[in-house]
């Protein structure tokens, strides 16, 4: 799991940078001021769930399972689906891309409830 979701969550984070700055020095001029907010959130949502990945990756390597993995495609389809129908949208003025962005808000908070289930399966630890 750790050789899918590390280069995943090392991709989305290095996107999500480059992108926060295309937005904040190339889109400033040309985006109105709730369209570069909009993308704003885009930019933040993928780099919060690029650690979400990160993290989800790091605990495989001691607790692997269904859960986690699930847990890091929610992440995954999570950032392509409501960062990516953001970005378009955006970009592209299309406002029906914005029937898209629950979709991929509803797989972040389903990733994170497979989170806390893992999270709550572990064993106990003696002592």
């Known amino acids: 799991m750790i050789r899918a979701y590390l280069p995943l969550a090392a991709g989305f984070g290095l996107t999500g940078v480059a992108l926060g700055a ?8 040309s985006l109105s001021a709730e369209y570069l ?33 699930a847990a890091g495609a929610l992440f995954a389809i999570g950032v392509v689906l409501f960062s990516g129908s953001l970005y378009l949208l955006t970009l592209t003025g299309i406002g029906k891309l914005g029937i898209v962005t629950p979709l991929g808000g509803t797989a972040f908070l389903a990733g994170w409830l497979c989170l806390g289930l893992a999270g709550w399966r572990l064993p106990r630890r003696a002592g």
């Open 22 to 29: 295309f937005a904040a020095h190339g889109l400033k001029a």
């Open 37 to 69: 907010a909009i993308f704003q959130t885009a930019v933040l949502y993928q780099l919060i769930h690029a650690l979400a990945l990160f993290g989800v990756a790091l605990l495989s390597l001691h607790a692997p399972g269904r859960l986690l993995r």
